[in-house]
């Protein structure tokens, strides 16, 4: 059964994963105010770290906030809270100094754990285990889980290439200041749906 629905499982992951959202947001800023080898790092910790999330929230981690609802209170709390500071630290990146790095993209470790306090994170995750593996079966939590590694690191790639080719355009330190604060902007804006509910 679970054979079947692997091109749906596919399809899924891509589309959550090449659409905008916290994730692809700040790689985007990233790719423009580090470049791509930079920000290697943050793609993997996110293409791993929801992976791993993926896999949790599939053997049964989903099932504590179901039991626990001030835990869903909580963990909205912190998310909002985390974001809106990367927001404000995307907003007042500094311009690069020639001969300098001007700042640093986030880690591995960061970029990981952030993915525990993304909201699109949360509902990917919950969504792609309800439907591709409502089983809960070690086997087709691990297939679903898989898929979204696969699939997520070229998705999300898409957007640091693009903010890397933004660049060019912003070798100006008004335009990458714009742009910074538009990034942080629509970063902010993903909240909508945790604050919504």
Do not use: D
């Given at each position: 059964m679970m054979m079947q629905t692997l091109p749906a499982l596919m399809a899924f992951a891509f589309v959550t994963?090449?659409?905008?959202?916290?994730?692809?947001?700040?790689?985007?800023?990233?790719?423009?105010?580090?470049?791509?080898?930079?920000?290697?790092?943050?793609?993997?910790?996110i293409a791993i770290g929801f992976t791993a999330m993926v896999f949790l929230v599939g053997m049964g981690l989903a099932g504590l906030f179901q039991a626990e609802p001030r835990a869903v209170v909580a963990?909205?709390?912190?998310?909002?809270?985390y974001m809106l500071w990367l927001a404000w630290k995307i907003a007042h990146a500094a311009p690069p100094e020639p001969g300098?790095?001007?700042?640093?993209?986030?880690?591995?470790?960061?970029?990981?754990?952030?993915?525990?306090?993304?909201?699109?994170?949360?509902?990917?995750?919950?969504?792609?285990v309800s439907v591709h593996a409502p089983d809960r079966s070690v086997w087709a939590v691990a297939v679903v889980a898989l898929v979204f590694g696969a699939i997520n690191?070229?998705?999300?790639?898409?957007?640091?290439?693009?903010?890397?080719?933004?660049?060019?355009?912003?070798?100006?330190?008004?335009?990458?200041?714009?742009?910074?604060?538009t990034m942080a902007a629509l970063l902010v804006l993903s909240l909508a749906p945790v604050l919504w509910h």
């Open positions: 994963s090449v659409t905008p959202g916290p994730n692809n947001m700040m790689l985007m800023a990233s790719g423009a105010n580090f470049g791509f080898a930079r920000t290697v790092p943050h793609m993997l910790g963990l909205a709390v912190v998310s909002v809270a300098r790095a001007g700042g640093r993209p986030l880690t591995f470790l960061q970029a990981a754990l952030f993915q525990w306090v993304n909201p699109k994170a949360w509902a990917m995750a919950l969504t792609a690191f070229p998705s999300v790639s898409v957007w640091t290439l693009v903010g890397q080719e933004m660049r060019r355009f912003l070798t100006n330190p008004a335009r990458l200041r714009a742009f910074n604060w």
